[in-house]
């Protein structure tokens, strides 16, 4: 409310402004239009009175001076032709003195201090030193920063700088610099002098003015930048120590950061190079309040990107040791600003990183440097709480990373993993998976157990529990794509020598142990497939291994044996289960007869003392009656126990039809293909008159329960079983067997009590057709399927 | 009397940081250029005598800081603009995307009477750069935005080797010409005679 009345104020203030210099002007027009210097002297003094006002707020001053500005391109024309005609510029100068109040009189000296200088009647320098020393009558900060920047105006393409026409003898060239260094400080003492006025409870309000009164200052900054003879030399002995002079003497933290800034971006990288201790000394002197962290970012970000613009300038970078300069102002402001948050302090480590990254990639040590004061400035602290601060550590983490595309790089880094365990367990996690993520993008192949222990030294955070960390605030989601990552990660480590891949896995598995019941299931598996892998690779190899090499088969199911122990016991036995499996029939395939044995005698175990749910079960049995079929290493006697037990398990299931199914299946388990040892009809024949009692008493249940309908499909499963061995050339599967059963399904499928189950009538149907067509085919089949009637 | 206004004809170069505003306005004022990057802050303007049907103007070419922070004192210097010069980096996509920005804040800010037809000049820098190897926005492109906003006239420039930079502030001045007078013709409905009392009411103020 307050400000909106503020505001509409201003509004009228700045319109009877307008108004009034509009009225003078139009006077002062008319007077030079009739060549009446007297009154277009008066009208125009009149004119810039409106300036003296001090109830405008910056911006709004600034458009009353714009106008008043443009006026007075035309009182200058209007001089610059009366010298032309003979009018003496010395007269005029004076003239104009006797304007009655300061400030437009000075403005009005400027205006023809400008002509006078384009006359040459008068060194530039003098006229120049007149003028900026007159100037000092105006002490109100507003209207006199504006006049300053006038006179800074008009001066500036007449300036006795080298080159200029303007130029004079030696030392002229140093009054120019000299010139717009005093315009400079006596701007930016009056600036600065701006908080101490008014009211307190104004100083936010008159602050926010004075920061939009900074432009008025840092301009002369420009200025001088643009000197052709502020050359390396005069920068560096006159311009920057004087600058540098005002911005620490002034004590005021507004000014001190603004300026800073100014110098950074005004001046060219090359000076900047060659000053840095200069342009650095002065950081620590600056106040506590002053953003440092922005003022130094951005030098660092100035002079990095110059380094990357040209590989010529890298010399330069050495021979001043910018790198080492950086490293110590960084640390000698961190110091003198004990106040500063936690996060300036690494947000300055950040910019540091990120310039020695680009400007000397090849420096790891450099690198590793900055990791180490940043672990300096965080040790002796409680893991850090502060979200910005942590942000910050990430990025600074992560910058190598990004550089190097490469982890095997920041491994080497021995403060690396020092910045990282003073972050918050979340964080760290965080960062964990940044660093997985790059593995996984780069496709980095990590290659020795030593880097695999500092790897997962690293990313220990998703590894094992830390101390504190509460599980159960873990979100689920979360917690699955990091152990997944971690998982993928595994299958990332690699070594072509398998003595050295081994222990790549046993260092894996020494971590990975470590994880709890809710990480091994994710994590034992590819640890197991990545060491079956080496098993095959052994494998292939073979033949020049003799049992006492460092890397045997034989060890390496040992390892997996007890891994996948650790499993089981967490109780996850199912996935235990498959990898037992798994693991036998990779035994199979190395012909290691008792180790395959071992491990079904340990899924076994596993199905009969965890497995409890029947549909795991169901699926188990399946498994198991599928690996068993395939393995081939084991002697009769193994076999027969093996098999039994699983046509057991297969009988003792909890429903009729998974048992039945089971049963069949078993009947496989005695009749191998590619193994002439194993084909014992009669052992078929029994499976599957034993899988038939079972149907039958599995549709006599459902008669009773439901009244009717019966499982017919399985009847139908076990036909294709029958046909199965029966092409098979199994001399207990006759034609006969086969007719009655065929009969029975007929008898099944047209009974009256039987709702006609349409799936199973198409199966049983194309179960027909298949063996009208094998009669059709003829030949040695089509003739033993001829007694088959259907 | 117009006619000494119309001898000075006001410019202003408007642009991201770094496309070589102050640059263009070196090589075409000074003849100069340096390959250093020295910020500019604030608004500032040079001069530059030209020619044009046997008469003579003065160019004021306004240059300002393409960076945000350091234009803290607005932009009223926009006022009684004859012409609006619009830069962008041929091998900068943003400087170029930007031009809309900078032309609307202009039209906004300087409201002159006829924004539909107030005379801007589009210049594309650098096109020496890696000999025009590196460059992403492509004339045609910028043609045709030009094009859209009311055929604006476009050039390709170099402040560095000094392409085109002649010929471009030539048209920017002869189409600074065209622009009717913006100024408010001012009539004081009494004739103050002695001019007096009115800065009395300014108050505040010591000096
Ligand atoms: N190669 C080449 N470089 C140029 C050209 N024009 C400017 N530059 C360079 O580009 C950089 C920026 O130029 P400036 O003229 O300072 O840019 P600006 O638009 O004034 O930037 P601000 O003042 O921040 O708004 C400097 O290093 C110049 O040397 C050009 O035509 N060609
Ligand atoms: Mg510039």
């Given at each position: 409310?307050l400000?909106e009345?503020?505001r509409e104020?201003e509004?009228?203030?700045?319109a ?12 002062m ?8 210097l ?6 125009s003094?009149?004119m ?8 405008l ?16 391109r035309?009182?200058e024309?209007?001089f610059?032709e009366e010298?032309?005609r ?22 009005l000296?400027?205006?023809?201090g400008?002509?006078?200088i ?5 060194p ?15 002490q ?6 504006f006049?300053?920047?006038?006179l800074s105006?008009i001066?500036r ?11 004079g ?7 120019a ?13 009056l600036?600065?002098r701006?908080?101490y006025q008014?009211?307190?409870h ?9 920061n ?5 200052v ?5 200025v ?5 003879s ?16 005002q911005?620490?003497?002034?004590k005021?933290?507004?000014?001190q ?9 005004v001046?060219p ?30 030098l660092?970000?100035?002079l990095?990107?110059?380094a ?10 050495l ?10 102002a ?29 400007v ?5 040590d ?5 990791l180490g ?27 190598p ?26 964080t760290n996690?965080?960062m ?9 993008k ?17 990313i ?11 599980f ?6 979360d917690?699955?794509?990091?152990q ?11 070594n ?6 081994l ?6 598995r020494?971590h ?20 079956l ?5 052994l ?10 090499a ?24 199912e996935?235990?289960l498959r ?8 035994a ?7 180790v ?10 596993l199905?009969e003392?965890?497995v409890a ?11 198991i009656i599928?690996?068993?079929q395939r ?9 027969d126990?093996?098999?039994h037990?699983?046509?057991g398990?297969s ?16 009947s496989h388990?005695?009749?191998v ?8 009809g ?21 008669n ?25 050339g ?8 086969i ?14 009590s ?12 194309s ?16 003739e ?6 259907v | ?8 004809l ?10 070589g505003?102050?640059?263009l ?15 500019t802050?604030g ?10 049907e ?8 306004w ?6 922070r350091?234009q ?11 012409c ?20 609307e804040?202009f039209?906004v800010q300087a409201?002159?009477?006829?924004p539909e ?12 750069v890696?000999g ?6 492509s ?12 055929n ?5 420039t170099?402040?560095k080797?000094?392409?085109n930079?002649?010929a ?7 189409n600074?010409?065209?622009t009717?007078p ?8 009494t ?11 300014s ?5």
């Amino acid at each position: 409310m307050l400000a909106e009345v503020g505001r509409e104020d201003e509004e009228k203030w700045l319109a009877e402004g307008i108004a009034g210099l509009q009225q003078n002007a139009y006077y002062m027009g008319r007077a030079l239009d009739t060549n009446n210097l007297r009154d277009a002297l008066k009208y125009s003094a009149q004119m810039l009175s409106e300036l003296r006002t001090s109830k405008l707020s910056p911006h709004k001053y600034y458009e009353l001076y714009m106008r008043a500005f443009d006026e007075l391109r035309k009182l200058e024309m209007y001089f610059k032709e009366e010298t032309r005609r003979g009018v003496s510029i010395t007269d005029l100068y004076e003239l104009v003195q006797h304007a009655g109040n300061v400030l437009p009189r000075l403005y009005l000296l400027c205006t023809v201090g400008s002509v006078y200088i384009t006359s040459k009647e008068a060194p530039a320098k003098d006229v120049l030193k007149d003028l900026v020393e007159m100037c000092r009558a105006i002490q109100n900060p507003v209207s006199g920063l504006f006049l300053r920047s006038y006179l800074s105006q008009i001066s500036r393409d007449k300036l006795p700088d080298i080159g200029s026409e303007y130029e004079g003898d030696a030392d002229s060239v140093i009054d120019a610099v000299d010139f717009v260094l005093q315009n400079f400080t006596e701007m930016n003492k009056l600036w600065v002098r701006m908080q101490y006025q008014g009211h307190v409870h104004e100083r936010e309000k008159r602050e926010k003015e004075r920061n939009e009164l900074r432009d008025l200052v840092g301009k002369n900054l420009h200025v001088l930048s643009q000197l052709e003879s502020v050359d390396l030399v005069m920068y560096k002995e006159t311009v920057l120590p004087r600058i540098l002079e005002q911005v620490v003497n002034c004590k005021d933290d507004l000014a001190q950061y603004y300026l800073m800034d100014c110098i950074i971006q005004v001046f060219p990288d090359e000076y900047h190079l060659q000053t840095l201790e200069t342009l650095l000394g002065a950081c620590p002197q600056l106040q506590p309040t002053v953003d440092i962290k922005t003022v130094l970012g951005r030098l660092m970000d100035r002079l990095s990107n110059y380094a990357a613009s040209s590989g010529e300038v890298l010399p330069e970078f050495l021979q001043v040791e910018a790198f080492s300069k950086l490293s110590t102002a960084i640390g000698k402001v961190i110091e003198a600003q004990v106040d500063m948050p936690i996060v300036g302090a690494i947000t300055l480590y950040v910019s540091l990183l990120t310039f020695t990254l680009r400007v000397h990639p090849d420096r790891l040590d450099y690198v590793d440097q900055v990791l180490g004061a940043c672990v300096k400035k965080l040790s002796g602290k409680a893991k850090l709480e502060d979200s910005k601060a942590t942000k910050q550590i990430v990025a600074l983490l992560s910058a190598p990373l990004e550089k190097y595309n490469d982890i095997v790089t920041a491994l080497k880094l021995p403060n690396y993993p020092r910045v990282m365990d003073h972050l918050d367990n979340e964080t760290n996690k965080i960062m964990a998976v940044v660093i997985i993520q790059s593995i996984m993008k780069n496709n980095t192949c990590i290659s020795t157990a030593d880097k695999v222990e500092a790897l997962f030294e690293l990313i220990k955070g998703l590894i094992r529990d830390t101390d504190g960390g509460a599980f159960d605030e873990v979100d689920e989601e979360d917690f699955k794509e990091e152990q997944n990552s971690v998982a993928r990660l595994i299958h990332m480590l690699h070594n072509d020598d398998p003595a050295e891949m081994l222990q790549i896995i046993s260092t894996v598995r020494k971590h990975i142990l470590l994880g709890g019941s809710k990480r091994l299931p994710f994590t034992v598996p590819p640890l197991i497939f990545s060491a079956l892998k080496l098993v095959r690779r052994l494998q292939i190899q073979a033949g020049d291994v003799g049992e006492d090499a460092p890397t045997t088969p034989k060890k390496i199911f040992l390892i997996l044996n007890q891994t996948i122990e650790a499993l089981s016991a967490v109780p996850s036995p199912e996935l235990a289960l498959r990898l037992y499996l798994q693991c036998a029939e990779a035994a199979n395939d190395c012909d290691l007869e008792p180790v395959a044995y071992e491990f079904f005698t340990q899924a076994f175990i596993l199905y009969e003392e965890e497995v409890a749910d029947s549909k795991a079960q169901v699926t188990a049995i399946h498994l198991i009656i599928g690996t068993l079929q395939r393995m081939n290493v084991f002697g009769v006697e193994n076999r027969d126990t093996l098999t039994h037990k699983a046509t057991g398990y297969s009988a003792k299931l909890l429903k009729k039809p998974d048992q039945c199914r089971a049963v069949y299946a078993c009947s496989h388990l005695f009749s191998v293909d590619d193994q002439d040892g194993i084909k014992d009809g009669e052992r078929v024949l029994l499976c599957l008159k034993r899988a038939l009692r079972i149907a039958n008493a599995a549709q006599q249940m459902a008669n009773v329960t439901r009244g009717g309908s019966g499982p017919v499909t399985l009847f139908i499963e076990i036909l294709n079983k029958y046909l199965y061995f029966f092409e098979n050339g199994n001399p207990q599967i006759t034609s006969s067997v086969i007719q009655d059963l065929i009969e029975l399904i007929m008898t099944e499928t047209q009974s009256e009590s039987t709702a006609a189950d349409p799936s199973a009538i198409a199966f049983f149907n194309s179960t027909q057709r298949y063996i009208r067509f094998q009669k059709q085919k003829g030949g040695a089949l089509g003739e033993k399927y001829e007694p088959i009637r259907v | 009397m117009a006619s000494r206004r119309r001898m000075l004809l006001k410019v202003i170069i408007l642009g991201d940081s770094g496309v070589g505003k102050t640059s263009l306005m070196n090589q075409y004022v000074n003849r100069k250029f340096s390959n250093q990057y020295k910020a500019t802050i604030g608004a500032d303007f040079l001069t530059k005598e030209v020619q044009f049907e046997d008469r003579l103007f003065t160019l004021q070419i306004w240059d300002t800081a393409g960076q945000e922070r350091f234009q803290s004192l607005g932009v009223a210097f926009y006022r009684g603009a004859d012409c609006c010069v619009l830069v962008y980096d041929v091998n900068v996509a943003k400087s170029f995307d930007n031009l809309n920005n900078w032309r609307e804040e202009f039209l906004v800010q300087a409201s002159p009477s006829d924004p539909e037809n107030f005379p801007f000049v589009v210049l594309g820098n650098k096109v020496d750069v890696e000999g025009g190897n590196s460059r992403v926005v492509s004339e045609k492109k910028a043609k045709a935005w030009c094009a859209s906003k009311g055929n604006i006239p476009y050039f390709e420039t170099s402040a560095k080797e000094g392409i085109n930079v002649e010929a471009a502030f030539q048209c920017i001045a002869q189409n600074a010409l065209k622009t009717e007078p913006e100024e408010e013709i001012y009539f004081p409905d009494t004739i103050d005679v002695a001019g007096s009392g009115r800065h009395q009411r300014s108050s505040g103020c010591e000096c």
